[in-house]
Structures are given as C-alpha cells and as structure tokens.
C-alpha cells in the first residue's frame, strides 16, 4: 500500500503538475527508501519512467471523468447542471489555472494603481489587471505576501476578481451614501466583502473632496469569536477603523437590526463547489444530503436577514458554489415568498470561461415605502 500511493504521488506529479520528470522520480525513490522499501526502489523508477513515455496513451484511455478527476455522484451533478462539454471545461480549469492563480484587489482609497505597481516591481513582484473589476489584479511574487510592503501598508486584500465583481456591483447599485447609510455582512469572515465597500465608500468620499466616510455603519459578522478575530485582523491591516466586528449567527433574528440597514449581504455557508481547485477533498466528501441539508440552511439565513433591509434597501446573496439549488432556485424561491423584493441583478462566473473561482451573487432590491 504505501509504495502503491507512492506510485500514486509520482505519476500525479509527472502528468499534472510542473514538477521537472527527473525530480519526481529521484523523489519519488527517495520517498521509497525513506519509509523502508529500498529494495522496491529500482521498481519504483522504472514504473514511473515507464509512466512518462506512456503517458500520452495512458491519459488517452482516461474517461472524460476521469480526466477532470470528478468522482461519479459529482460529476453527474454537473453534467444534469451544466452539460457534458462544460462540465469538461469547468474540472479542466479547476485542475490548472486555478490553482497557481494569485488574485489581489488594491485598496483604491489608500492607493493608486502606478504607486502599487511600482511598490510590487521594486520587490520583484508584478501584477496584471484581471480586466473583470478593475481595482483586481492577478500577482505573481516569489516572496512570501506577507513580505511585501504593499501588503504591510494595507493596499491590497487577496480576493478572487468574482467577489470584487460583487463589490463593484453594490456600489453601483448605490450610487450616492446618505447619513444614514449602514451596511451588514452577516457572514462576514474574513471581511474581504464589507472591506471591499468601506474602501469603496471611502474613495467616492474622496473624490467627493470630503473626508472619511460621512457617518456610514458598518457591521460584520460571524458566528464565532475565531472567525470575527480574523475579520478584525483584516479591519486592522487595511486600516478601516469603520467597519465593526462582533459574534452573531446569523440564524437568530436581531430586533434592534429590523429594517435599519441601507445593504445586507449574506453570502452563506455553501457546498464550496466553485473552488474545488482550492479545496480539492470537497469532490470526495459532498453528498446529496450535503446539499439538501446546505440549502435549508440558506433559507434560514436569508430569511432572517432579509428582515433587516429598510425600504428601498438591498439584499445581497452569495455563494461559491455552482450548484443552481443553492443560486439561482435559492434567489427565486426567496422572490416567490418575498413579493416586496425584486431582482436587480445577477451573475454566475464559471471557471474556464470567466477564469475565476466558481461564485454567484444576486442583488434583490427592497421596494421603497
């Protein structure tokens, strides 16, 4: 068994990853006399270099599942979701562009784009814009992020550019910030969400020659005290002083938080199926209970939390899933119920064609009194 998963190892590394052939064959051998096979060794070199010159037959005689390494229940789902050519499309990109992409969001309201350009180039790092939001970029360093200066200064926050996309959303869709504006993020952690709005805020202050963010509440939070102490580490590093954090589920209704918010969002707790290139071992572990149990779960968040919009306000939802049950079904049921809400806006990003994480949101507007 383990030299059968030290096979296992080698043969990944030789047709998936960048690892030079050489290198994880002597490694693989290694790995072989390490845990006390050194007499299987020259066993284990000759079925890897055996591997390497059938590679390209060996991978032809791949199912199209089993090239997107999708178990069956999963990859069913997603053929019934999306069809068999993108579903293809889809477990491709979760095999390579997803896992060496970096993607950074500039704090546009501590930063321009040629100092934070030049910052990162005198470190020898670089960064490119995503072209989806247009404060994203996608970094490539050799050093360690929390090395940089641009990171110690607080002018960049790592975030998928379908998340920003979110952000941008939201400030478009509230073009102006009353005195009484307020927003909550009742799933907040790690606060990449209501950080991307505070800066957002901010910026528009600035341009607006005012200064800090007129008396706009922000409120974070999470359902235990380790998720909103790393919301506050962010708070802390980015240097929004703004945004409040505090420990709250967001299944338990608030009555002092009843209609006072201008936006609420809640991107809740989901199956995690558009970030499988992150979070591979989800392919191996989801269910169908898993999903059916996730969605009830939904519906209790946002059910409570559609109670704290105030008139004319927005909801948010959001996910990082691509199952449609927990996306869209979810927002049109919730619409069904809700006849005092409509749709605004929203977009699903699908990896490979956005060349993003797989992320959903919805904006459902609040009709004014």
């Known amino acids: 068994k383990p030299v059968y998963l030290i096979l296992l190892l080698g043969i990944y590394e030789l047709f998936f990853l960048d690892t030079a052939p050489y290198a994880a064959v002597s490694e693989s051998v290694k790995l072989a006399v390490k845990k006390g096979f050194s007499g299987m060794k020259n066993y284990v070199n000759g079925v890897l270099r055996t591997a390497l010159r059938e590679k390209e037959r060996l991978l032809s005689e791949l199912s199209p599942r089993e090239r997107i390494s999708f178990p069956p229940f999963l990859y069913e789902k997603f053929v019934e979701w999306y069809g068999e050519e993108e579903t293809i499309e889809i477990g491709s990109a979760f095999l390579s562009e997803g896992r060496s992409r970096l993607t950074v969001r500039r704090t546009v309201s501590k930063v321009g784009e040629e100092a934070f350009l030049q910052s990162l180039s005198e470190e020898a790092a670089s960064a490119v814009p995503t072209g989806l939001a247009g404060d994203t970029y996608e970094l490539v360093t050799k050093r360690p992020l929390t090395a940089l200066s641009a990171y110690q200064k607080g002018w ?64 974070a939070l999470d359902v235990s005290e380790a998720k909103v102490q790393r ?33 609420v969002m809640t991107d809740v707790p989901c199956s995690g199926l558009g970030v499988l290139s992150r979070k591979p071992d989800i392919k191996e572990r989801i269910s169908e209970q898993d999903l059916q149990s996730l969605t009830a779960l939904q519906t209790e968040i946002l059910e ?24 869209e079904g979810m927002v049109s049921a919730f619409l069904m119920r809700h006849p005092a809400f409509h749709l605004k806006e929203e977009r699903l990003f699908l990896p490979g064609r956005d060349r993003t994480d797989g992320f959903y949101y919805a904006l459902m507007e609040r009709e004014a009194k």
């Open 231 to 263: 919301i506050r580490e962010n708070i802390e590093r980015l240097g929004f002083p703004e945004v409040r954090a505090r420990v709250q589920d967001g299944r338990i209704f608030v009555p002092a938080f009843e209609q006072t918010f201008s936006v």
């Open 156 to 219: 960049f926050y790592v975030q998928d550019a379908s998340s920003a996309c979110l952000g941008a959303a939201v400030a478009a869709a509230k073009p102006t910030v009353s005195t009484d504006f307020a927003v909550l993020d009742a799933c907040s952690a790690p606060g990449g969400k209501i950080l991307h709005l505070a800066d957002l805020c901010r910026k528009r202050a600035q341009n607006e020659g005012r200064r800090g963010t007129l008396s706009v509440r922000f409120l």
């Open 304 to 327: 409570n939390n559609a109670r704290y919009v105030k008139p004319g306000g927005l909801l948010v939802y959001s996910t990082c899933t691509l199952d449609p049950d927990e996306n």
